[in-house]
C-alpha cells in the first residue's frame, strides 16, 4: 500500500528541508520526497492521498523522557494509553524511564516493556535502564545486561544518584557501554520536604521549598565527574538559571553535555501554585521569571538541546489531596507541541529550530535512526496546523491520567495526524 501526503510544508532539519514537498510512503519506508508537481504519475499511481495543504509535515516527535507507570501502577498509564497519548501528541517514539515497580533495572523489565510495546503496535519505545538497583542509590545496576537487552540509557530520574564514587563508577561503565547518564539533579538533602520553587511565594504560602542550588549542585558535580571518567551526561529538565549557564560553560569546554527542558518550565512560573493546585507541582518545580529567561535563552543559543514533557500520569487519588502531600509530576504529551508553538510565535526560535529539538537532536544524542526524512528512513511523521486554535480539555486526552495544570488553556498547535512506520496511529479527524 502507497501513501502520498501531498501538498505540506515538509519541515525536516536533518535533510536542510523547509519547504513545500510531496513524500511518498510504501512498505513502511519513504519511497520519495519531491517538490510539488515532480512526481512522476507513476510512482503515484493507486497511492492513498493525505491532503497536506496548509499544514507542516515533520518527522515524527521524539520525547526522550516519559513515564509510563507499567509494571506496577497501571491505573496511572500503561504501555498502551501511554503510546496513545504519544500519538495524539504528533510523538512517535518514548524513551520510558524506570521507575516502575519492579523497577527496569533488569533485563527481564526491559525485556517486558519492549514486547508490550511491540504488541500494541502505536508508537516506539525505547526503555531506559536503572543506573542503581531498585533506584537506591547502593549498587549500580547490571548495566551491561540492561544494554544487551535494549537500554538507550540509564538513569535513576525520579531520584538523583547522590553518592559521589557510585555515580563516577556509573559514568565509568556508562561509557563503556556507549550509552548517556541521565541524570534528575537534585540535592536531596538540600530539598527535604520541599514541596514546591523555594522564593517569596513558597515564603508567602508557607510551603517548604525547594531552592535552585539543589540542582545547580549536582549538575556541577556531573560536570566535574566527566573529563576523567569518559562518561556523557544528559541533565534531565533543566528548571534553573543557573544550570543552564554551567552547561553553556561545560559545553564551552568541549565536555560531552546535554540537557533538555519540559514545556511547563517555560510555560509557567510558580505563582501557579498560589491556589495550591496539586497539577502545579512536579519535581524540579516551577521556578520564577529569572529562570524562564534563562530558558529562553539556552534554547535559543542551543544550549538546552531537546524538549522532553517529563510525562508524569497520577491518578486523582494522588493528585486530590493536600497541596504538600501530592505526587510529583503531571501528563505532557498532548499539550507539548501548543506550549512550545508559542516560543516560535514569541520569536524565541524558528518552527525549523523547534522541530530539531523534538526530532533530529534527540535522535543524535540518543543514537537513534530516526528524526530525519531522507528516503529510505523508516516513515514516522507528523502532521500538524500550527494555526489551528483550540481550549485544553483533559477530559479528551488519551493519556489514562488527566494532571494537567493547562486544562482550559486556549492554545494554538493541532496534531492532524500521526504515523509510525507508514501507518496512521492517531487522525484528529477520527477522534
Ligand atoms: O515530577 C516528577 N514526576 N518528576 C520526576 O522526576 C518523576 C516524576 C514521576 O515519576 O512522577
Not at 168 to 173: D, L, N, V
Not at 309 to 329: I, N, S, W
Not at 395 to 406: T, W
Request: proline share 5%; glycine share 8%.
Amino acid at each position: 500500500m502507497k501513501t502520498l501526503i501531498k501538498g505540506g510544508r515538509l519541515i525536516d532539519p536533518a535533510n536542510n528541508r523547509d519547504g513545500l514537498y510531496d513524500l511518498v510512503i510504501e512498505k513502511r519506508k519513504v519511497q520519495a520526497v519531491a517538490k510539488p508537481g515532480e512526481l512522476s504519475a507513476k510512482s503515484n499511481e493507486g497511492a492513498k492521498i493525505i491532503d497536506a495543504r496548509g499544514l507542516i509535515v515533520a518527522p515524527g516527535f521524539i520525547d526522550m523522557h516519559v513515564h509510563f507507570r507499567e509494571p506496577g501502577f497501571e491505573y496511572k498509564e500503561t504501555i498502551e494509553t501511554g503510546c496513545q497519548s504519544a500519538a495524539a501528541g504528533g510523538f512517535t517514539s518514548v524513551a520510558t524511564m524506570p521507575n516502575t515497580n519492579p523497577v527496569n533495572d533488569t533485563r527481564s523489565v526491559t525485556e517486558f516493556i519492549l514486547r508490550k510495546a511491540e504488541e500494541k503496535g502505536i508508537v516506539n519505545v525505547y526503555p531506559i535502564g536503572a543506573i542503581t538497583q531498585g533506584l537506591r542509590g547502593e549498587k549500580l545496576s547490571e548495566m551491561g545486561d540492561l544494554k544487551d537487552a535494549g537500554v538507550v540509557a540509564y538513569s535513576d530520574d525520579g531520584r538523583p544518584v547522590m553518592n559521589n564514587e557510585l555515580m563516577r563508577r556509573a559514568f565509568e561503565y556508562s561509557k563503556m557501554f556507549g550509552l548517556p547518564c541521565i541524570q534528575h539533579s537534585e540535592m536531596l538533602d538540600l530539598t527535604e520536604d520541599g514541596c514546591m520553587n523555594e522564593g517569596l511565594v513558597s515564603t508567602e504560602l508557607g510551603l517548604k521549598g525547594m531552592p535552585t542550588e539543589a540542582e545547580d549542585i549536582m549538575v556541577y558535580r556531573d560536570i566535574c565527574l566527566l573529563p576523567k571518567t569518559g562518561g556523557r551526561l544528559h541533565v534531565a529538565h533543566i528548571s534553573s538559571g543557573n544550570s543552564v549557564e554551567l552547561v553553556r560553560q561545560a559545553k564551552a569546554k568541549g565536555l560531552p553535555v546535554t540537557c533538555e527542558v519540559a514545556p511547563h518550565h517555560f510555560a509557567l512560573t510558580d505563582e501557579a501554585v498560589k491556589d495550591y493546585d496539586p497539577n502545579a507541582k512536579m519535581s524540579p518545580p516551577l521556578r520564577n521569571k529569572s529562570d524562564i529567561e534563562a530558558i529562553r535563552e539556552g534554547l535559543k543559543d542551543d544550549t538546552i538541546d531537546i524538549i522532553a514533557t517529563d510525562h508524569a500520569p497520577h491518578d486523582l487519588v494522588d493528585k486530590q489531596v493536600e497541596f504538600d502531600r501530592a505526587c510529583f509530576g503531571i501528563v505532557g504529551l498532548e499539550t507539548a507541541l501548543p506550549l512550545t508553538l508559542r516560543l516560535v510565535n514569541e520569536n524565541v526560535f524558528s518552527m525549523s529550530k523547534m522541530i530539531e529539538k523534538f526530532t533530529s537532536r534527540p535522535a543524535e544524542i540518543f543514537n537513534l535512526d530516526r528524526g530525519a526524512l531522507g528516503v529510505g528512513k523508516i516513515a514516522d511523521i507528523v502532521i500538524f496546523d500550527p494555526d489551528a486554535e483550540y481550549v485544553i480539555d483533559v477530559q479528551q486526552f488519551k493519556s489514562r491520567s488527566k494532571n494537567s495544570p493547562f486544562d482550559g488553556w486556549r492554545v494554538k498547535g493541532k496534531v492532524i495526524r500521526t504515523i509510525v512506520a507508514g501507518k496512521t496511529v492517531f487522525s484528529a479527524s477520527s477522534n
